[in-house]
Structures are given as C-alpha cells and as structure tokens.
C-alpha cells in the first residue's frame, strides 16, 4: 500500500475510530496538543476580547458623550451668538425707525404749518378780494343805477349802541336808495349765507328805527347766495338778485 492509498484510508477510517476508541482518541489528541489552545487558554482570551469589546465600547460612549457635549456648547454658543446679533439688529432697526418716525413727524409738521400759512394767505388774500370786490360792485351798481334810474345811491354808516344788530355795540353799513320818495334798503355781498340774510334783515330794521322810515324794499345782490339764505329771504320778503344787470326795474 503506497502512501496516498494509507492517507485517503486513514482519513475514511480515523472519525469512527477516534469516536468509538477512547485510547485513540486520546493518544490522538496528546499529539496534536500543541497545535491549539486548550480549554482555559481558549476562555481566557474569550473573556479578553470581551473585556476588550467592553473598553471600546466604553471608549466610544465616552467620546460620544464628549461630542454630544461639546456639539451642546457650540449649539449654545451659536445660539448666544445668533441672539447678540438679533438684539443689536432689532436695536439698529428700531433705531432707525425712530430716527424715520421723527423725520417723517418733522416734514409733516413743516408739511402743515406750511399748509396753515398757505391757507392763512389765501383767506387774507380772500378776504381782501372779498372787500375789494364787494366795494367795486357796490360802486359799480351805484353808478348804474344814479346813470340810467336817476336815483340817489347812499352809503349809511351808523353806529349801532345797542348791540341790535350783532349782539354788542358796532358800526352798521348799509346801502340805500332813495327814488321819488321810495326807500330801498340794499345788500352787496361777493356771497352771502343763511346768517347773512337774517343779519341784513336785522340792519334794515335798525336802519328803519334808527331813521324813523320805513324802507319800501329790501333787496340783496350776490352772485353767490346760498340755497338756505334764498329761502330766508323769502320768508322774511328780501328780493335776491345774482347780478347787478338783473335789477332793471325799481
């Protein structure tokens, strides 16, 4: 029998005898002995990679926590960081905001006391237009009425003592027109309201009192007589007129 022939019949033969035939079995494993850790050895180095395993797994839990914690304080730093910036931006802004709110408030306010003395120069100017116009219209209509009715056109200026007419003392000017014994009492106003006509009819009666006639008359011209004052001056017989060119008779 060759070798290779011995070789495959031991390695056919040799698993049931070393199972069957304790002596061979140990006689086999004396010899191969020191081909592999024994039993102790075996479980003492089991018990060292697990106690290794144990240390890196403490290691990493370790470094982990470290992490976790030094993640924690730069998220807190961050977050400190990011709130500095907040709060000095919201301060800028609310700063500037002001600093707007109080130009803005400034350009308004010169805005409107601009706006007032416009308005202030306007009604002067309106006003002086006003008596301007009202005294070149009551000329005007005099010298009409004295060129083509023959009658005479008298300014009256009384003074009022007793507070008749505007409730205290004060001068009292009236037009009136004197024809062939008749008396007219006139207004000449730029424009004249619902106060205006009851003041007119007032300075007529103290007229009236005041010279002991009675006036035949009472008329008002104004290009611009309120909706209400017409219907006061119908009620109380005032006859208005919106233009001089409108009275043609007497």
């Given at each position: ?173 009236l037009d009136v027109i004197i024809q062939n014994g008749l008396l007219l009492i006139c207004e000449l106003k730029s424009s004249i309201d619902k ?39 119908e009620r109380l017989g005032i006859e208005t007129y919106g233009d001089s060119v409108e009275v043609n008779a007497l």
């Amino acid at each position: 029998m060759n070798t290779e022939t011995l070789k495959e019949t031991i390695k056919r033969e040799l698993p049931g005898l070393v199972r069957d035939d304790p002596a061979l079995r140990a006689f086999i494993l004396d010899i191969t002995r020191p081909e592999y850790a024994g039993r102790a050895e075996t479980q003492d180095r089991f018990y060292d990679i697990l106690a290794e395993l144990r240390r890196d797994r403490e290691e990493q839990a370790r470094k982990w926590d470290e992490q976790k914690r030094e993640d924690q304080r730069k998220w807190d730093e961050q977050k400190q960081e990011d709130k500095r910036k907040w709060d000095e931006h919201k301060q800028e802004s609310d700063r500037k905001w002001e600093e707007s709110r109080r130009e803005f408030q400034q350009v308004h306010e010169e805005i409107m006391a601009q706006a007032k003395k416009f308005d202030r120069s306007i009604g002067a100017l309106g006003a002086r237009w006003g008596m301007q116009s009202e005294k070149a219209f009551r000329d005007a209509l005099a010298g009409i009425l004295e060129e083509n009715f023959g009658v005479q056109v008298i300014n009256v200026n009384d003074y009022d003592d007793a507070g008749e007419v505007f409730g205290r003392p004060d001068q009292v000017e009236l037009d009136v027109i004197i024809q062939n014994g008749l008396l007219l009492i006139c207004e000449l106003k730029s424009s004249i309201d619902k106060a205006g006509m009851y003041i007119f009819e007032r300075k007529a009666r103290f007229y009236e009192r005041r010279h002991g006639r009675t006036a035949n008359r009472l008329i008002v011209i104004s290009p611009m007589i309120d909706a209400r004052a017409a219907k006061v001056a119908e009620r109380l017989g005032i006859e208005t007129y919106g233009d001089s060119v409108e009275v043609n008779a007497l």
